[in-house]
């Protein structure tokens, strides 16, 4: 057609720099997922899309790729083997999940089955978190790790995991939280593991930052960590204290943070252990980052190393401290959350519609407009590049007046139409000859931000990527299908949310954040599918009910071995019931008082009986719907 094809789309959008090798596309220009990577199996989306629609589950919808979790443990545990080997580590890795970064049963199942052998356990961080763990499977060897704040019932839960047979280490946060392991002992219970998170002076880099360095919300100071183990050491509890813990941020962008924070660690461990404490795991944290945007830079949305890089990181400084501090090496314990989770889901949305600037409208001129119009007139017809600035500033000037002289009353609509209609063409014409100015000045670029058209997706910002919300997180945006075919607008993406803050302006590119991202015409009667990817980590429990949109649809797709992709767990989102309830609304007693509103209609006779019933059954009915925007 335009010379435009699949390879073209793969690198407009970066997937082949951000995909981590799990995404592609068909030569009939459709995303396609590679759950197992290299060995050729496919699964493409739109099929499911498809497929799902038949047994009425319609976007928006979550798709889960277990595939790519299995993929994700295996290249995190084996990144670890490889470089204990290369530098003969004497002890192993342990790694734990923090269960928040996505709770999920069927999630958290499908880790601990896929590392099963690899010892992998459980980080978690609340009581409810430490209830689901503990009725997981995992191997004896794998342990639970209890961070959070803890009251009595959270450390009782822990013994209960002890009891159970489990390996289960309570990280002490803050000093108080001794005393509630103290009375624990006290009272003839069975003790969990003890550790210490050491607050370190190295911090992370990126959006989460402040949860490193000394004023970061966790972690013992140097001296409660010494008052700490003088108190065990008093109480004849040292023995428990197998553990030391450290946690500079999610998502640390740069390499040097995490190698510095690995050898102060490193050192804290190797100092500790000379003074008798009997540390066996150096617990290294969260912190691995993903490659959102595919800069491989230490940007916000990016990490300037790769996995194999990290582990090598980990261990060789470790081994490094602990042989300069002639200590044995200790068991390596990492608790990496977004990087075993991150890549495994996609929300797909369907476009429901375009908003277009606000120069839609073409005017009918008729020859004799008011001043002020024809003063636009003239601007449009004569701007240039040379005077392109002046003219633009003075069509601001001239649409004010505008509008003054409507409030006046001395304009028509018409008037005003045609008027906004100019105002906005100028705009047009000053963006481009701008762009040709070494440096485009930053009314300019804004100005260009708001000629992007607005593409309607039908989800909700708030619950699907809240990060995007709260933290401008980006998330790679891919359409689903027509990737074989050049996409002509520049879109920003708004959600159905009635919320200005519901809508997606920023976007991954290479070298920058894109304020608009490239999207195909509508097609009248097509419907036509976008994708946010690497939203497996966080987004699901953080999304919140804004507007009482509730969790989407969902499905797990699998591809077997001969290559056949298997749609299974299909799961419809929360209906307009359950999002009510969660405010307290009872559907029930809704119901009724429709019922007592309409039977009032019936005896004023301003209806009659069967209309009233049937409006009630219709109202009752629609509690079962889907929130999101139905076919
Ligand atoms: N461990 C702790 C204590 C955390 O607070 C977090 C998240 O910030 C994690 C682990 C997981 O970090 P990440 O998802 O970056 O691996």
Same mark, same amino acid.
């Given at each position: 057609m335009d010379g435009f094809n699949v390879e073209d789309a793969l690198n407009l959008y970066g997937v082949d720099l951000w995909g981590a090798g799990y995404f592609g596309a068909s030569e009939e220009g459709r995303l396609e997922v590679l759950p197992t990577k290299n060995d050729g199996r496919r699964i493409e989306i739109l099929k499911v899309v498809e497929e799902l629609r038949k047994s009425r589950i319609g976007t928006p919808l979550l798709l889960r790729f277990p595939q790519i979790l299995e993929s994700q443990v295996q290249a995190l545990t084996g990144a670890f083997q490889k470089a204990i080997v290369e530098f003969q580590y004497q002890q192993g890795y342990y790694p734990v999940f923090p269960i928040k970064v996505n709770q999920r049963r069927t999630v958290v199942e499908g880790l601990l089955e896929a590392g099963y052998k690899q010892n992998l356990g459980i980080e978690v961080g609340s009581k409810p978190e430490l209830m689901g763990a503990l009725a997981l499977s995992v191997p004896a060897e794998a342990l639970t790790v209890c961070n959070g704040f803890k009251d009595r019932d959270y450390l009782i839960t822990a013994s209960m995991g002890v009891r159970m047979g489990r390996k289960v280490v309570v990280v002490i946060?803050?000093?108080?939280?001794l005393d509630g392991v103290l009375e624990l002992a006290q009272a003839g219970e069975t003790l969990p593991w003890i550790g210490f998170r050491v607050k370190l002076n190295a911090k992370g880099s990126g959006l989460w930052e402040k949860s490193g360095g000394g004023a970061s919300k966790f972690g013992l100071s140097t001296s409660q960590l010494l008052d700490s183990i003088e108190i065990l050491r008093q109480k004849n509890l040292l023995g428990q204290l197998k553990l030391f813990h450290f946690h500079i941020g999610s998502q640390v962008t740069e390499i040097r943070k995490i190698k510095e924070a690995i050898k102060e660690g490193a050192r804290v461990y190797a100092k500790a252990r000379k003074m008798g404490v009997p540390i066996e795991y150096l617990n290294v944290g969260g912190g691995l980052g993903i490659d959102y945007d595919g800069s491989k830079t230490s940007s916000d949305a990016s990490v300037n190393y790769t996995m194999e890089e990290y582990a090598n990181d980990v261990v060789y400084n470790i081994a490094d401290v602990c042989e300069n501090e002639h200590v044995p090496h200790p068991k390596i314990v990492s608790e990496s959350g977004r990087a075993l989770v991150a890549y495994h889901a996609m929300l797909v949305v369907d476009v429901r519609g375009h908003i277009n600037g606000d120069a839609e409208r073409k005017n009918k001129l +008729?020859?004799?407009?008011p001043r002020v119009i024809e003063d636009l007139l003239y601007i449009r017809k004569n701007i240039s590049v040379k005077n392109y600035r002046e003219f633009f500033h003075d069509a601001i000037e001239r649409r004010d007046e505008m509008y003054s002289l409507f409030n006046l009353g001395m304009l028509e609509l018409e008037d005003r139409s045609k008027g906004e209609w100019l105002y906005w063409e100028i705009a047009r014409q000053a963006v481009k000859y701008s762009k040709t100015a070494k440096f485009q000045a930053d009314e300019f670029n804004e100005l260009q931000d708001r000629l992007f058209e607005k593409y309607i997706c039908n989800f909700s910002v708030f619950q699907s990527i809240p990060d995007h919300w709260a933290l401008d997180q980006l998330f790679p945006v891919v359409p689903i299908?027509?990737?074989?075919?050049?996409? +002509?607008k520049l879109a920003t993406l708004v959600d159905i949310t009635c919320d200005s803050d519901g809508e997606v302006e920023k976007f991954v590119d290479l070298k920058d954040i894109k304020g608009a991202l490239e999207v195909h015409e509508l097609q009248a009667n097509e419907p036509y599918y976008l994708a946010f990817l690497l939203i497996g980590a966080y987004q699901e429990t953080m999304g919140d009910l804004h507007n009482l949109f509730g969790a989407v649809n969902e499905a797990h797709v699998i591809v077997d071995d001969g290559g056949k992709m298997i749609v299974q767990n299909a799961k419809k989102g929360e209906t307009v019931r359950k999002t009510l309830e969660a405010y307290g609304y009872e559907p029930d007693k809704l119901v009724k008082s429709i019922k007592t509103t309409l039977q009032e209609q019936v005896t004023q006779n301003k209806m009659d009986n069967a209309t009233a019933s049937k409006l009630a059954e219709e109202y009752k009915r629609r509690f079962e719907a889907y929130p999101y925007l139905g076919s």
């Amino acid at each position: 057609m335009d010379g435009f094809n699949v390879e073209d789309a793969l690198n407009l959008y970066g997937v082949d720099l951000w995909g981590a090798g799990y995404f592609g596309a068909s030569e009939e220009g459709r995303l396609e997922v590679l759950p197992t990577k290299n060995d050729g199996r496919r699964i493409e989306i739109l099929k499911v899309v498809e497929e799902l629609r038949k047994s009425r589950i319609g976007t928006p919808l979550l798709l889960r790729f277990p595939q790519i979790l299995e993929s994700q443990v295996q290249a995190l545990t084996g990144a670890f083997q490889k470089a204990i080997v290369e530098f003969q580590y004497q002890q192993g890795y342990y790694p734990v999940f923090p269960i928040k970064v996505n709770q999920r049963r069927t999630v958290v199942e499908g880790l601990l089955e896929a590392g099963y052998k690899q010892n992998l356990g459980i980080e978690v961080g609340s009581k409810p978190e430490l209830m689901g763990a503990l009725a997981l499977s995992v191997p004896a060897e794998a342990l639970t790790v209890c961070n959070g704040f803890k009251d009595r019932d959270y450390l009782i839960t822990a013994s209960m995991g002890v009891r159970m047979g489990r390996k289960v280490v309570v990280v002490i946060e803050k000093p108080f939280e001794l005393d509630g392991v103290l009375e624990l002992a006290q009272a003839g219970e069975t003790l969990p593991w003890i550790g210490f998170r050491v607050k370190l002076n190295a911090k992370g880099s990126g959006l989460w930052e402040k949860s490193g360095g000394g004023a970061s919300k966790f972690g013992l100071s140097t001296s409660q960590l010494l008052d700490s183990i003088e108190i065990l050491r008093q109480k004849n509890l040292l023995g428990q204290l197998k553990l030391f813990h450290f946690h500079i941020g999610s998502q640390v962008t740069e390499i040097r943070k995490i190698k510095e924070a690995i050898k102060e660690g490193a050192r804290v461990y190797a100092k500790a252990r000379k003074m008798g404490v009997p540390i066996e795991y150096l617990n290294v944290g969260g912190g691995l980052g993903i490659d959102y945007d595919g800069s491989k830079t230490s940007s916000d949305a990016s990490v300037n190393y790769t996995m194999e890089e990290y582990a090598n990181d980990v261990v060789y400084n470790i081994a490094d401290v602990c042989e300069n501090e002639h200590v044995p090496h200790p068991k390596i314990v990492s608790e990496s959350g977004r990087a075993l989770v991150a890549y495994h889901a996609m929300l797909v949305v369907d476009v429901r519609g375009h908003i277009n600037g606000d120069a839609e409208r073409k005017n009918k001129l +008729t020859g004799h407009e008011p001043r002020v119009i024809e003063d636009l007139l003239y601007i449009r017809k004569n701007i240039s590049v040379k005077n392109y600035r002046e003219f633009f500033h003075d069509a601001i000037e001239r649409r004010d007046e505008m509008y003054s002289l409507f409030n006046l009353g001395m304009l028509e609509l018409e008037d005003r139409s045609k008027g906004e209609w100019l105002y906005w063409e100028i705009a047009r014409q000053a963006v481009k000859y701008s762009k040709t100015a070494k440096f485009q000045a930053d009314e300019f670029n804004e100005l260009q931000d708001r000629l992007f058209e607005k593409y309607i997706c039908n989800f909700s910002v708030f619950q699907s990527i809240p990060d995007h919300w709260a933290l401008d997180q980006l998330f790679p945006v891919v359409p689903i299908h027509r990737l074989n075919e050049k996409p +002509t607008k520049l879109a920003t993406l708004v959600d159905i949310t009635c919320d200005s803050d519901g809508e997606v302006e920023k976007f991954v590119d290479l070298k920058d954040i894109k304020g608009a991202l490239e999207v195909h015409e509508l097609q009248a009667n097509e419907p036509y599918y976008l994708a946010f990817l690497l939203i497996g980590a966080y987004q699901e429990t953080m999304g919140d009910l804004h507007n009482l949109f509730g969790a989407v649809n969902e499905a797990h797709v699998i591809v077997d071995d001969g290559g056949k992709m298997i749609v299974q767990n299909a799961k419809k989102g929360e209906t307009v019931r359950k999002t009510l309830e969660a405010y307290g609304y009872e559907p029930d007693k809704l119901v009724k008082s429709i019922k007592t509103t309409l039977q009032e209609q019936v005896t004023q006779n301003k209806m009659d009986n069967a209309t009233a019933s049937k409006l009630a059954e219709e109202y009752k009915r629609r509690f079962e719907a889907y929130p999101y925007l139905g076919s």
